[in-house]
């Protein structure tokens, strides 16, 4: 039997949801679209009949779709800051969650969705769909199978641009209260990467943020930190929206004893560096990069996450795997309005920041 599933946020990421579910119609059924915007969800709901030859059903109200009892699992596509609110509203109602990152703004909120998930026995999972992207896959089987030897650090580098087009789309973005700044939206993948290779337990972190070319937004446009995690690994973050005039890269590169591995490309999809004892090159140097940053993860996470949901397993990025990234982004953000290491465990949010001058 199809697990059935309702679509909630028809913006700028619901494509790559859309392709998704066309991709795992064998696996599921969409029965429901919702947005606030009534015009985009009937236009999602369209191209969904489209692609699968059913129309799903049309709401404006969240709460209307969550009291559908066949709606077996949501996925939450809305802006940053309503992720919380609406994943634990969610699973109060019974149902199992895929949302996209960040799973929330605050260390608070992060620990609350983990225990409800588990005191429910519900599924969460989270769209940090670039852990499927095959060269990233490549990487952490060397890692898993012990190839590099003593990891000893690695260095995420996002170089990225958006301008004052983008931030004038929404009024959700670039504010503390719904978004947070470059660390937080543009970069939060390739911090989960970095910590999902790195030992995915910090310890501390010592950051900065700045805001130097967006004077029309609240938040940061370039952030740097330094994370070293209880494995003994050290993490280095590097991430702006200011490149002229376009994007430039991703970039993930993983140092250890017997092995240096680059993976970049427009979305980390791509291997730039291929080391280790006779072994120099590898076929993933030769992809393509995809026609947008959001590459094409999300088709293998639903499919996961419905198997996780059937086989009553566990997804293969759930709450506490995908709280780690937002930690460290909060951490960074403590330790540049502070202007010292943070250890943790600890709490912070970003509304914390409100009074942040950049």
Not at 117 to 138: A, D, T, W, Y
Request: glycine share 8%; proline share 4%.
């Amino acid at each position: 039997m199809k697990l059935r599933m309702a679509l909630v946020g028809c913006g700028r990421i619901s494509s790559k949801h859309v392709e998704a579910i066309e991709k795992n119609s064998h696996l599921l059924e969409p029965v429901a679209v919702c947005d606030i915007v009534e015009e985009r969800a009937r236009k999602t709901a369209d191209i969904i009949e489209k692609k699968l030859g059913k129309h799903p059903e049309v709401f404006t109200s969240y709460v209307d779709v969550l009291r559908r009892n066949d709606v077996d699992f949501v996925s939450i596509a809305t802006p940053s800051g309503l992720h919380y609110e609406m994943t634990m509203q969610a699973l109060e109602f019974g149902k199992h969650v895929l949302v996209e990152k960040p799973l929330a703004l605050d260390t608070r909120h992060l620990k609350e969705i983990v225990e409800t998930s588990k005191r429910k026995k519900l599924k969460v999972g989270v769209c940090h769909q670039n852990r499927f992207n095959p060269p990233i896959q490549e990487v952490r089987k060397r890692i898993e199978d012990g190839s590099f030897g003593k990891l000893f650090h690695g260095v995420v580098s996002v170089r990225w641009n958006r301008n004052e087009s983008y931030y004038k789309q929404d009024a959700w973005r670039g504010t503390w209260e719904q978004d947070g700044g470059v660390l937080m939206n543009q970069s939060i993948h390739g911090i989960d990467l970095l910590q999902w290779m790195l030992g995915e337990k910090p310890k501390r972190v010592l950051g900065l943020i700045k805001n130097l070319n967006h004077p029309y937004i609240s938040v940061e446009d370039l952030g740097i930190g330094i994370v070293e995690f209880e494995s003994g690994c050290v993490g280095i973050i590097e991430a702006t929206s200011n490149v002229f005039d376009r994007n430039l890269e991703e970039v993930l590169t993983i140092f250890g004893e017997k092995g240096t591995v680059k993976v970049g490309g427009l979305a980390v999809n791509r291997i730039l560096v291929w080391r280790f004892p006779n072994e120099e090159t590898h076929p993933f140097m030769n992809l393509a990069d995809p026609e947008t940053v959001y590459g094409h993860g999300h088709v293998p996470l639903y499919e996961d996450f419905c198997r996780a949901i059937v086989q009553d397993g566990k997804p293969y990025i759930d709450a506490s795997s995908a709280s780690n990234a937002v930690q460290i982004v909060l951490a960074i953000y403590k330790s540049s309005l502070e202007g010292n290491w943070v250890e943790f465990p600890f709490d912070f949010s970003t509304l914390d920041m409100k009074e942040w001058k950049g």
